[in-house]
T-cell receptor, first 113, second 113 residues
């Protein structure tokens, strides 16, 4: 069964610090991996989409990495801000006509002043 | 600006009642999706559509139905609401191209009493 596991489940950091969120997956065949940010009471918003050939992708202070061999991804947040407090969801897409998505349960990040 | 909107934002209903949640997108996307989000679970796919008159069942489709009579709308109907359907419901859309990101609505919080 295809699965996406995220760790840690939750994280508290101080404003200005860096942090790294992890995602492991067993989805096969692999098409792409996505990171979404979900603010409380809102829908998820796309941060990055990475295909098999992409190792690193950045979006402002967010840097995602992908190791397709070990089936692992990380999302690194640099110089955290209070507005980074949210849930971060890893999503993996299957390769194929339906491009089925498997969602992780999300990591709750709290940035404290 | 293009957007995807859901209504209502909050809904309380009684068991056994029929409930319809609205989703409207102005992206002109062919693909539309309904997900539910519950504590301890990742987003789970209820139904999806790849175009007008096309509808497909997702992994948790029992008790739900959708119809796609135009490009912009994909209403979700709970035929006879059950307490197990208390959840937050998200509508999403994407273009037909591969590796395209999903755009999510802000969600509908549904409580079935």
């Amino acid at each position: 069964k295809n699965q996406v596991e995220q760790s840690p489940q939750s994280l508290i950091i101080l404003e200005g610090k860096n942090c790294t969120l992890q995602c492991n997956y067993t989805v096969s065949p692999f098409s792409n991996l996505r990171w979404y940010k979900q603010d409380t009471g809102r829908g998820p918003v796309s941060l990055t989409i990475m295909t098999f050939s992409e190792n690193t992708k950045s979006n402002r202070r967010y840097t995602a990495t992908l190791d397709a061999d070990t089936k692992q991804s990380s999302l690194h947040i640099t110089a955290s801000q209070l507005s980074d407090s949210a849930s971060y969801i890893c999503v993996v897409s299957e390769d194929g006509a339906n491009s089925k998505l498997t969602f992780g349960k999300g990591i709750t990040l709290s940035v404290r002043p | 600006d293009a957007e995807i909107t859901q209504s209502p934002r909050h809904k309380i209903t009684e068991t056994g009642r029929q409930v319809t949640l609205a989703c409207h997108q102005t992206w002109n996307h062919n693909n539309m999706f309904w997900y539910r989000q519950d504590l301890g679970h990742g987003l789970r796919l209820i139904h999806y559509s790849y175009g007008v008159q096309d509808t497909n069942k997702g992994e948790v489709s029992d008790g739900y139905s959708v119809s796609r009579s135009n490009t912009e709308d994909l209403p979700l109907t709970l035929e006879s609401a059950a307490s197990s359907q208390t959840s937050v419901y998200f509508c999403a859309s994407s273009s037909s191209a591969t590796n395209e990101k999903l755009f999510f609505g802000s969600g509908t919080q549904l409580s079935v009493l």
